[in-house]
């Protein structure tokens, strides 16, 4: 088989896909509004990156947003004017842009005004087997009820609501409910062990805490009950503890006075005519997601509203192509921004659906099987589960009927020309893929394909709309067809609002603006080819992304050096330049100590219970010392840099090194890898 090279053409799409898309619909609506004619997709993405105001208000118009704005936007045509630019985006400075001042709505609101009958959620999982279908009208129900329960419980705008809870009907009712009265959500995966929950969930005091009693994984039962006691003890603005019954074991109930059933609360309210949403300001924070650095606690970054509405609606509207009658996927769980990102798809009055269980039990099979039984339109998953479709030499096209499928989506990390080929010639040869790449911090993919481009082996096909990427060089200048770090030039609704608890926003600032002054470095590095397409080679920074759940380096070294035997560490992923690599944990044993491999499973054990099975360390590696710099910063990007085959004095000098002889053993150890 000739090997397939990055930039093959595989697919391209035909005249009938390009004119009865979303995306000519809306070319027409602009063109029409402004009077103006768009040839291509790249004049559409230069008018949308350079009259950033006026693109984000026809997104509003185009979709018709539920909410309301200054009287002054309702007309974008002749009369726009810098008046009605202030009215959008207050000032382009980043940080500090603000949007659509004086203007409301609500996320809530917008994703639940669809027809009742209409179906909302299909959901599927290995605690209930039975694919069920849920419309908009019964969703809108179970939003109420529990509405009235957050309301019971005191929970007003503004209060933070959490959960310890998998990708299932209740876990998406209780955050629409949430959202409906203009509380702040936050959620985290019940795969994720007790430190990695209460070092999110302690930073923003939630008041309500949302969990399931354990859930079924691998065909394994997991239980949670001691978690959810241990992760309340440690979280005293606590009001209440609501607990759902997911496992089907009524063995695991927990005994406090904190803890209320889920079923016995909604079903103990009065049937009301739906529920009531709360227009709040545009910015009013909608939820907050965590993206961990390097040092300290991870990030709780806060996303308004307005700003997600509008994002979502572009990117899953535009750019997936999807729209009511459509059946929406992404595996995922409630730690991935992808969960936030696939309920999106309510805005559209696009149905979603979730799963929550192994994607590999029995078997590999087991979500091209969903994809059939549920008639799925756009499949969403992570460039590891396709590679680990090619490597088990599936063919799902020809053992499930997939002629419901349309598109096939693919993040987390960069997919590779072989795994492109593997779709067109497994899945079939008619789908758009897309590989996309975005990140929690603005809960979207920036970089995307459409339903106008063709699709190129190893090639992201496009910046996407309001998205405006240049690569840098070191010395801040923007390049082209090379590798360069990933920049965003002008401000997104979605970018945060804040980080919580950083009131000076002294953390925001030094996390995404302070490397070139004025723009967002996204901590990416990307290639932009003339052609506009582009190609991503994994993370210039030192957060460690697997299976689309990023872990900052801190969170290892609380759990790592806990061990006497370990008096410092060193964690570091591999992957580079469109390889993937290995996660590898340095680490100085005491003397007197060995790292045994009893050690070395004790370890790891306690990084799969407390932060994720995803990262476990490939390796666990002894050594002398830990590279740092004269103010004592672990050198963790350097040593990255130089495991991936750089030369030593390129990446850094000795000088900067506490200790310049901490070296010596990394380079010896990158040439002998």
């Given at each position: 088989m000739d090997l397939v090279q990055e930039g093959d053409l595989l697919r391209s799409p035909t005249e009938d896909e390009i004119q009865n898309s979303r995306l000519k619909e809306f070319q027409g609506f602009i063109e029409s509004s402004l009077e103006k004619r768009f040839h291509n997709y790249e004049e559409l993405w230069s008018f949308s990156t350079t009259e950033v105001e006026l693109f984000w208000n026809l997104i509003w118009e185009f979709f018709h947003v539920k909410g309301s704005k200054p009287g002054q936007l309702e007309n974008t045509g002749k009369s726009w004017s810098d008046t009605h630019r202030g009215l959008v985006l207050s000032s382009r400075q980043m940080p500090g842009a603000r949007w659509f001042e004086g203007s409301s709505c609500n996320y809530a609101e917008n994703a639940l005004s669809h027809p009742d009958d209409q179906v909302a959620v299909l959901c599927q999982s290995e605690s209930r087997p039975e694919l069920k279908s849920y419309t908009y009208g019964e969703l809108r129900a179970e939003v109420a009820k529990i509405q009235g329960c957050l309301k019971d419980l005191g929970v007003s705008a503004g209060d933070r609501v959490a959960a310890y809870a998998p990708n299932i009907f209740e876990t998406l009712a209780f955050f629409l409910a949430s959202a409906s009265i203009g509380a702040i959500w936050s959620s985290c995966s019940p795969d994720f062990g007790i430190s990695a929950v209460v070092d999110r969930f302690a930073q923003i005091e939630p008041k309500v805490l949302f969990a399931v009693d354990g859930?079924?994984?691998?065909?394994?039962?997991?239980?949670?009950?001691?978690?959810?006691?241990?992760?309340?003890?440690a979280l005293p603005t606590l009001g209440a503890v609501v607990v759902l019954n997911y496992s089907g074991n009524s063995s695991h109930k927990l005994q406090s006075g904190k803890v209320l059933d889920y079923s016995s609360l909604v079903s103990g309210q009065h049937q009301s005519s739906g529920p009531y949403f709360e227009r709040i300001d545009f910015s009013h924070p909608l939820w907050i997601l965590y993206s961990s650095g390097t040092?300290?606690?991870?990030?709780?970054?806060?996303?308004?509203?307005?700003?997600?509405?509008?994002e979502h609606l572009k990117a899953i509207g535009l750019h997936l192509d999807l729209r009511p009658g459509d059946r929406f996927f992404w595996f995922t769980?409630?730690?991935?921004?992808?969960?936030?990102?696939?309920?999106g798809g309510l805005l559209l009055g696009v149905t979603a659906v979730l799963y929550d269980g192994s994607p590999g039990f029995p078997d590999l099979n087991r979500l091209w099987e969903l994809a059939e039984s549920a008639k799925i339109t756009y499949f969403g998953t992570s460039a590891s589960f396709i590679q680990s479709c090619q490597k088990a030499g599936l063919h799902p096209g020809e053992e499930f009927n997939l002629s419901s499928l349309r598109g096939v989506g693919s993040t987390g990390s960069p997919l590779s020309p072989e795994n492109f080929r593997w779709i067109y010639e497994n899945i079939s040869p008619e789908l758009q893929l897309a590989s996309v790449s975005g990140g929690t911090d603005v809960c979207t993919a920036f970089l995307g394909s459409s339903p106008w481009h063709p699709c190129k082996a190893g090639e992201i096909a496009a910046r996407c709309l309001g998205c405006k990427i240049s690569a840098y060089d070191e010395a801040g200048g923007s390049v082209l067809d090379q590798v360069g770090e990933l920049v965003i030039e002008e401000p997104m609704p979605s970018m945060p609002l804040q980080f919580?608890?950083?009131?000076?926003?002294?953390?925001?600032?030094?996390?995404?603006?302070?490397?070139?002054?004025?723009?967002?470095?996204?901590?990416?590095?990307?290639?932009?080819?003339?052609?506009?397409?582009?190609?991503?080679?994994?993370?210039?920074?030192s957060t460690l992304n697997r299976g689309g759940i990023r872990m900052g380096t801190s969170d290892f070294y609380r759990v790592i050096e806990s061990f006497d035997e370990i008096s410092d560490s060193l964690v570091v992923d591999t992957s580079h330049l469109g390889r993937e690599g290995e996660l590898i944990a340095f680490v100085v044993v005491n003397?007197?100590?060995?790292?045994?491999?009893?050690?070395?499973?004790?370890?790891?054990?306690?990084?799969?219970?407390?932060?994720?099975?995803?990262?476990?360390?490939?390796?666990?590696?002894?050594v002398p010392s830990i590279p740092?710099?004269?103010?004592?910063?672990?050198?963790?990007?350097?040593?990255?840099?130089?495991?991936?085959?750089?030369?030593?004095?390129?990446?850094?000098?000795?000088?900067?090194?506490?200790?310049?002889?901490?070296?010596d053993f990394y380079i010896g150890y990158t040439k002998e890898s």
């Open positions: 859930y079924h994984y691998g065909g394994k039962l997991i239980p949670r009950t001691e978690e959810i006691g241990a992760i309340a003890q040092t300290g606690l991870p990030k709780p970054i806060v996303q308004s509203h307005g700003g997600i509405i509008l769980t409630t730690g991935w921004m992808m969960w936030n990102f696939l309920i919580w608890n950083d009131p000076d926003g002294s953390k925001l600032f030094e996390a995404y603006y302070s490397y070139f002054p004025g723009k967002w470095r996204h901590g990416d590095w990307i290639k932009i080819k003339p052609s506009g397409a582009c190609v991503i080679y994994g993370r210039s920074d003397p007197q100590c060995q790292l045994t491999s009893g050690l070395i499973g004790a370890i790891k054990a306690k990084i799969r219970s407390e932060l994720s099975p995803r990262h476990v360390p490939d390796r666990i590696v002894p740092r710099t004269i103010n004592g910063k672990k050198m963790e990007i350097p040593i990255k840099r130089i495991l991936c085959g750089e030369e030593p004095e390129k990446v850094l000098a000795k000088g900067a090194l506490s200790d310049p002889n901490s070296l």
